[in-house]
């Protein structure tokens, strides 16, 4: 199986600026990298497919990038309903996901 | 508009069964591969099984495989899952998962709500 590392565990930043999310896997998976938001009590959302797609309605302020093993979410002018629990996934083979960052308001 | 709607968590004794289904409404059911994924109290997101939309394929993670079963029911929109000889690693919250194409291609762009499935004692 391919294992997804993600870190940091938990990132603590002020709205308004930048937030950076790493997540790296064991094996490359090309650009077959997805990242995904969930909220307490909410079930996952789709953000970022193909390593840098962004989905269906999502802002710009989200950006992916990437390839291979190592990928970064970049979440811009962060604002308050983006402090959330961040997933990487993989699906170069069946899925896997990063064990998840935090991402929590300093 | 896209909706999974998740019934039949349950609290469950160890060894036993339950079925899990998704309602689906929204978009072409019976062209897209659909999923569940489940999640641990706490815990983060682990890939359970998949019923591809072409083919009839069924796919299990190594964890349920032989215990789980998928199935769908194209005419009614309806996606189950059968599990059986529970153990209380299996508790967690499972959710329906619509993936992106009709197989091969896991990316989950639409999730019910979810169903709470407790295996205890």
């Known amino acids: 199986d391919i294992l997804m590392m993600q870190s940091p565990a938990t990132l603590s930043v002020s709205p308004g600026e930048r937030a950076t999310l790493s997540c790296r896997a064991s094996?490359?998976?090309?650009?077959?990298l997805a990242w995904y938001q969930q909220k307490p009590g909410q079930a996952p959302r789709l953000l970022i497919y193909?390593?840098?797609t962004r989905a269906t309605g999502i802002p710009a302020r989200f950006s992916g990038s990437g390839s291979g093993t190592e990928f970064t979410l970049t979440i811009n002018s962060l604002q308050s309903e983006d402090f959330a629990v961040y997933y990487c996934?993989?699906?170069?083979?069946?899925?896997?996901f990063g064990q998840g960052t935090r991402l929590e308001i300093k | 508009e896209v909706q999974l709607l998740e019934s039949g968590g349950d609290l469950v004794q160890p060894g036993g069964s339950l079925k899990l289904s998704c309602a689906a409404s929204?978009?072409?059911?019976?062209?897209?591969?659909m999923s569940w994924v489940r999640q641990a109290p706490g815990k983060g997101l682990e890939w359970v099984s998949t019923?591809?939309?072409?083919?009839?394929?069924?796919f299990y993670a190594a964890s349920v495989k032989g215990r789980f079963s998928i199935s769908r029911d194209n005419s009614n929109n309806t996606l189950f899952l059968h599990m059986s000889s529970l153990r209380a690693e299996d508790t967690a919250v499972y959710y329906c998962?619509?993936?992106?194409?009709?197989?091969?291609?896991?990316?989950?762009?639409?999730w019910g709500q979810g169903a709470l499935v407790t295996v205890s004692s």
């Open positions: 998962a619509k993936e992106s194409a009709a197989a091969g291609t896991p990316i989950f762009d639409s």
């Open positions: 929204g978009f072409t059911f019976s062209t897209y591969a």
């Open positions: 019923f591809t939309g072409t083919g009839g394929y069924t």
């Open positions: 094996q490359s998976v090309s650009s077959k």
């Open positions: 193909g390593a840098s």
């Open positions: 996934q993989q699906y170069n083979s069946w899925a896997t």
